[in-house]
C-alpha cells in the first residue's frame, strides 16, 4: 500500500475542490457543454500551475533557500547596523583624526562618577539611536554630541554595575600605573605594560594608529 504523505492530501484536497468549483462556475454562467469544458480546461490549468509552483519539491526547494537568504540578509544588516553605534567599528579608523586626544588602551577615570576602565574603541562624535542620545544629552548638553565619544570596559572591582560605557572624551582624564579587571579583557588585549593595555592583533587593524 503507497505510503499517504501531506504533499498527497493537500493535492487530493485542491483536487476534490475543483469538482464543485467547476459546478458553481458551470452554473454562474450558465453554460453549455462547450463553455463547460472550456472552465474544466482552465480549472486543471490553475491546478497544474499551483501544483507546480507551490506544492512540488522544486519550487518548495527554492522558497526555503530564498527565505534563508533573506534571513542571512537581515542578518548581515542588523550586525552592521548594531556595529555602527557605541564605537564598535567594523571598518579601519584610518588615518586618525587629530580631534581624538585618547586612545585605544589607556586607562582611564570618568571625571564625575569615579569609575575606571580601558578605551576599547572611539567615534568622532557621538553615534547612537537617536532614542538614546536624547535621554543622555538634554538640551543643555546637545553640544557633547559633536564631542569624541569612548566606548569603555568598565573595571569590575569598581563594582558599580555596568559593564562597559560610551562617555563624551569631556568626562574622562587618563591614569597610569592602574590594572583593570574585567571578564572580556582578554578579547581586546593580550597585556597591560603598566601604561596601557596591548592591543590584540584584530583591534590593531581596526586602529593602526592607537
Same mark, same amino acid.
Given at each position: 500500500? *503507497? ?11 485542491? &483536487? ?15 453554460? %453549455? $457543454? ?10 486543471? %490549468?490553475?491546478?497544474?500551475? +499551483? ?13 526555503? @533557500? ?13 550586525? !552592521?547596523?548594531?556595529?555602527?553605534? +557605541? ?6 579608523? $584610518? ?7 585618547? #586612545?585605544? =588602551?589607556? /586607562? ?6 569615579? +569609575? ?6 572611539? %567615534? ?5 539611536? !537617536? ?12 553640544? &557633547?554630541? #559633536?564631542? *569624541?565619544?569612548?566606548?569603555?570596559? /568598565?573595571? @569590575? $572591582?569598581?563594582?558599580? =554595575? ?6 563624551? !572624551? !569631556?568626562?574622562? @582624564? ?5 590594572? /583593570?579587571?574585567?571578564?572580556?579583557? #582578554?578579547?581586546? +588585549?593580550? #597585556?597591560?605594560? =603598566?601604561? @596601557? ?12 594608529? %592607537?
Amino acid at each position: 500500500m *503507497p505510503t499517504i504523505n501531506a504533499i498527497m492530501i493537500i493535492q487530493l484536497c485542491v &483536487l476534490v475542490a475543483a469538482f464543485p468549483a467547476q459546478y458553481l462556475l458551470s452554473q454562474w454562467y450558465r453554460a %453549455d $457543454s462547450t463553455q463547460s469544458l472550456q472552465v474544466t480546461e482552465r480549472l486543471i %490549468d490553475y491546478w497544474n500551475n +499551483f501544483r507546480w509552483s507551490y506544492l512540488g519539491q522544486n519550487a518548495w526547494t527554492t522558497y526555503l @533557500k530564498h527565505q534563508i537568504e533573506k534571513m542571512r540578509n537581515w542578518y548581515n544588516e542588523g550586525e !552592521e547596523y548594531i556595529h555602527a553605534y +557605541f564605537a564598535e567599528p567594523t571598518q579601519i579608523r $584610518s588615518p586618525r583624526p587629530e580631534s581624538i586626544q585618547f #586612545k585605544v =588602551g589607556m /586607562v582611564i577615570m570618568h571625571k564625575q562618577l569615579g +569609575f575606571s576602565g580601558v578605551i576599547i574603541g572611539w %567615534d568622532v562624535e557621538a553615534r547612537a539611536p !537617536e532614542e538614546w542620545l536624547k535621554q543622555k544629552y538634554p538640551p543643555e548638553k546637545q553640544y &557633547l554630541r #559633536k564631542s *569624541p565619544h569612548y566606548r569603555i570596559l /568598565v573595571n @569590575k $572591582s569598581n563594582r558599580i =554595575g555596568i559593564s562597559t560605557a560610551y562617555v563624551p !572624551e !569631556e568626562n574622562l @582624564k587618563v591614569i597610569t600605573g592602574y590594572e /583593570v579587571f574585567h571578564p572580556d579583557l #582578554k578579547a581586546y +588585549f593580550s #597585556k597591560y605594560d =603598566g601604561t @596601557k593595555y596591548i592591543m590584540q592583533p584584530w583591534l590593531k587593524q581596526i586602529y593602526p594608529h %592607537d
